[in-house]
C-alpha cells in the first residue's frame, strides 16, 4: 500500500499549469522578430512553452562585469550572516543535510565559465539552497517564471484558458476526460517510483534543514492568507525556473484496474511581478537591471525616500506586504517562488463561523465540540501590527467567553514575519510566569566582523545619524543578556566572543537578551494565561519557519504544547518547524546601515549591486531552549504526532482539526 503521504499529490497530478502573469499585447511583427530574438518569440505572451523560456533566458551571454559584482555582494552581504560557518558543516542532527562552505563555492563559480546568465543564476541559486535556509536565499527577478500541475478543478478554475492543452495531450479515448483522473492513485513519475521524483526535488529545493519538511513541499498544501484561504501548488506543481517540458505520469484512475500512462506538457507564464516585455532589450532593462530600492540609501538623505520604501525583492518574503516600521522586527522566509494566489476550493474551506477578532491571516474558530477553539495562522505579519496584536488578543479572549478550554493553532505554511508578535501571542496564551516574562523567546547572538564593529562605532560617535532608531546596528535598540538597554556610547558588540566553528575562526557579539517587552507590545497582556499551554496543539505541515519557529519552540519546549505534522513519508522523522534564526535581514538593509554610517568606501563593504536581485541573511541567531549555549536552528524538533493524510483529510483543515482534537486533546 502506498504511504498516504503521496495522496497529495495523487489528488493533484492529473493536470501540468503554472501560476499568474500579466499578458501585454502582441503585434504581428513579433513572429519574423523571434526568429532573431528568442525573447520575441515569448514576449507579450501570456502562455508559453517552457523550452521556448529557457530559450530566451539562455540567450544573454554572461557579463563578467555583473557576475563579479554578483559574487562580491553575496560574498560581502554573508560576512553578516550568523550561520556562514557553522553551515560548513552544520551541528547535531543536522549534520548531514547542511554541509555547504559558501565561500569557497563562489570561489568556485567566480572561477567557472557558463554557456549563458541564465545558467550563471541557477548555479548561485542551487549553491544557496543548499544551505537548506530560507533566510540566506538569492533571489534574481530576471528569472522569475513558474510552472505548475493541478487538478481538474482547481485547474479549471485558475487556468481556464489552458485546460485543452491537458485535455488535447491526452491519449486516444482519453482525450477530454482529465477531469477523471481527480483522485487517481500515481504509480510512476517519468518512469521512477513517485518517491525518487521527491528525493529529487528535495535535494534541491533548499529553505528548510529536515529532510522530511523539504519532502513535504513537494506536494499541495494550504495557506491562510490576507483575504482568503490558498492552495499552494506544491513544487511538483509550481517551480521557480523553467527546466521541465513534460512529464511522464502513470497513474490509476480510480475505479479502474489497469494504469494510464500520459504524458502531458509544462506550461509557463511570466510572474505577475515581471515587467511587460515584447523583446530581449526589454526584458533586460524592466526585469534585469537595479531598480528603485535594489540598494540601500542613507535614511538622512531626504532624495532617498523611494530608495528605503521601494523594495523591488519583498515579493520574495513569504509574508503578506508590510509597510516600512520604525521598530517592528522581522524573521521571515524568502523564496524565489512568490506566495501563491490560488484560492481554496470552496468545499474545503472552514464553513464555521469567524469568530471575532480575526482579521487577514489570523482566523477565529470554535469546533462543534464546543470546547475546541481555533486560530489558523497563516503569517506573522499584517499591514497594521497594533492591529494584529489587537485582533489575536480579542479572538483569543472571545473564544474563552464560547467555553473553549482547548486551542489548536494552525500554522501550516506560516513563514514568519513581526517577531515581537510571535513572543506576544506565547506570552498572553500562557500567562505571566518565568517562561513568558521578561523574555518570551529566546536569547541571541549577532555576527561581529570588522565592518559591523565599524558600523556600530560610527553610531557611537553620531547618534545624530539614526535619530529614530531606524538602523539594527544601534545599540539603543538592543539590551544585554542581564535585560538592560544598551548606552548609545556603547559598542554592543564587543567584547567580541571568539569562536572555532568547524575549523574556521569566527567573531560573535556578547548575548543580547528581549526586544519585545513592554516596548514592542502595543497594549498590555492579560495578568493570567487564556489557555493551559498542554491543552494547546499546534499544527502545521513541517513548513512553519522564522517567527513561526520562535513560537512554535517555546509553547513546545518551554510549555509542553502538543506538535503535530501533517503527511510526510512515513518513515522520515517530520520536524514541526525549521529555520528559527533569530532575526532575518538582506542585502538592501546591511547597505543602507553601511552608506547611513558613510562606511560605503570600507574595503569590506559590498559594492551597489547592478542586478534585480538580493540576498537574504540570518542577522541574529537564537540561543537554544534545552541546549542554551548553542543555537537553537540545529537542534530536534520532532512532532509529537504525525498524521497522515488521507483523502478525507487532504488540504481540508476543518477535518484536520477535529481529527486532531480527537487523537491528542478528547
Known amino acids: 500500500m502506498a504511504p498516504m503521504a503521496l495522496l497529495p499529490k495523487v489528488v493533484l497530478a492529473a493536470v501540468l499549469a503554472a501560476t499568474a502573469v500579466q499578458a501585454v499585447p502582441q503585434d504581428v511583427s513579433a513572429t519574423s522578430a523571434a526568429s532573431k530574438d528568442p525573447c520575441a518569440k515569448i514576449g507579450g505572451q501570456k502562455w508559453v512553452a517552457p523550452a521556448d523560456v529557457r530559450a530566451c533566458f539562455t540567450s544573454y551571454k554572461v557579463d563578467e562585469t555583473v557576475k563579479s559584482n554578483i559574487i562580491e555582494v553575496i560574498n560581502k552581504t554573508l560576512a553578516f550572516h550568523t550561520s556562514t560557518s557553522y553551515q560548513i558543516r552544520a551541528p ?7 554541509h555547504v562552505n559558501v565561500p569557497q563555492e563562489l570561489a568556485r563559480i567566480k572561477k567557472q565559465s557558463y554557456r549563458s546568465e541564465y545558467d550563471l543564476h541557477v548555479d548561485l541559486s542551487r549553491t544557496l539552497k543548499r544551505l537548506n535556509d530560507g533566510h540566506a536565499t538569492w533571489t534574481f527577478g ?50 521512477k517510483n513517485p ?31 490576507t483575504s482568503s484561504w490558498n492552495y499552494l501548488l506544491g513544487n511538483f506543481a509550481q517551480q521557480s525556473l523553467p527546466l521541465s517540458d513534460s512529464v511522464l505520469l502513470t497513474v490509476q484512475r480510480t475505479g479502474h484496474i489497469l494504469p ?34 535594489t540598494n540601500g540609501a542613507d535614511i538622512n538623505d531626504s532624495g532617498s525616500m523611494s530608495a528605503l520604501t521601494e523594495d523591488p525583492t519583498a515579493q520574495y518574503e ?29 468545499p474545503l474551506q472552514p464553513s464555521l463561523p469567524a469568530i471575532n477578532g480575526s482579521r487577514s491571516v489570523g482566523q477565529f474558530y470554535m469546533l462543534k465540540d464546543g470546547k475546541t477553539g481555533v486560530l489558523a495562522l497563516g ?30 493553532v494552525d ?15 506565547h506570552r498572553i496564551i500562557a500567562g505571566p510566569k518565568g517562561t513568558t516574562e521578561p523574555q518570551a523567546g529566546l536569547d541571541t547572538k549577532a555576527r561581529a566582523g570588522p565592518l559591523a564593529q565599524a558600523i556600530v562605532d560610527e553610531l557611537n560617535k553620531n547618534p545624530e545619524l539614526d535619530p529614530t532608531l531606524q538602523l539594527n546596528y544601534n545599540p539603543l535598540n538592543w539590551r544585554s543578556e542581564n535585560n538592560e538597554f544598551f548606552a548609545k556610547t556603547t559598542n554592543w558588540l564587543r567584547p567580541v566572543v571568539n569562536s572555532v566553528i568547524n575549523g574556521v575562526p569566527d567573531a560573535f557579539s556578547p548575548r543580547l537578551g528581549q526586544e519585545c517587552q513592554p516596548e ?116 530536534d524538533h520532532p512532532a509529537d504526532l504525525n498524521l497522515p493524510i488521507t483523502a478525507a483529510l487532504v488540504n481540508n483543515p476543518v477535518a484536520i482539526w477535529e481529527t486532531v482534537v480527537a487523537k491528542l486533546l478528547a
Open 92 to 98: 547535531g542532527i543536522f549534520a548531514s543535510e547542511v
Open 318 to 346: 513569504q509574508q503578506p506586504t508590510v509597510p516600512p516600521t520604525k521598530k517592528q522586527l522581522l524573521n521571515v522566509m524568502y523564496d524565489d517562488s512568490p506566495l501563491s494566489n490560488v484560492v481554496l476550493p470552496q
Open 260 to 293: 494510464d500512462i500520459i504524458l502531458l506538457p509544462y506550461r509557463s507564464r511570466i510572474s505577475s511581478s515581471s515587467t511587460a516585455f515584447t523583446d530581449t532589450a526589454s526584458w533586460r532593462s524592466g526585469n534585469c537591471v537595479a531598480k528603485t530600492g
Open 520 to 635: 514592542g507590545f502595543s497594549f498590555n497582556p492579560p495578568n493570567e494565561a487564556l489557555f493551559d499551554p498542554k491543552k494547546v496543539v499546534i499544527v502545521s505541515n513541517g513548513r512553519c519557519a522564522s517567527s513561526c519557529s520562535l513560537f512554535s519552540i517555546t509553547m513546545a519546549k518551554k510549555e509542553g504544547s502538543k506538535t503535530v505534522v501533517l503527511g510526510g513519508k512515513y518513515d522520515v522523522k517530520q520536524e514541526y518547524c525549521g529555520v528559527v534564526g533569530g532575526q532575518s535581514t538582506n542585502f538592501k538593509q546591511i547597505d543602507t546601515e553601511i552608506k547611513t554610517t558613510k562606511l560605503k568606501d570600507h574595503e569590506l563593504a559590498p559594492p551597489d549591486l547592478l542586478v534585480n536581485g538580493g540576498q537574504g541573511i540570518t542577522w541574529r541567531l537564537a540561543f537554544g531552549v534545552t541546549n542554551t549555549a548553542e543555537p537553537e536552528e540545529w537542534q
Open 142 to 191: 530576471c528569472y522569475s517564471i513558474h510552472i505548475s500541475p493541478e487538478a481538474f478543478k482547481v485547474a479549471s478554475a485558475e487556468f481556464p484558458d489552458q485546460i485543452d492543452v491537458w485535455q488535447n495531450a491526452l491519449p486516444f479515448s482519453l482525450k477530454g476526460k482529465l477531469e477523471s483522473f481527480a483522485g487517481a492513485k500515481v504509480l510512476a513519475i517519468n518512469g
Open 195 to 225: 518517491w525518487d521524483a521527491v528525493s529529487a526535488n528535495s535535494a534541491i529545493a533548499g529553505s528548510y534543514q529536515a529532510l522530511g519538511t523539504r519532502q513535504n513541499g513537494f506536494f499541495s498544501s494550504y495557506q491562510r492568507s
Open 411 to 425: 500554522v501550516s505554511n506560516n513563514g514568519g514575519g513581526y517577531i515581537c508578535a510571535a513572543h506576544w501571542l
Open 379 to 408: 503569517s506573522f505579519s499584517d499591514d497594521d501590527y497594533d492591529e494584529f496584536l489587537r485582533g489575536l488578543l480579542v479572538g483569543l479572549l472571545n473564544l474563552k467567553s464560547l467555553g473553549a478550554s482547548q486551542l489548536v
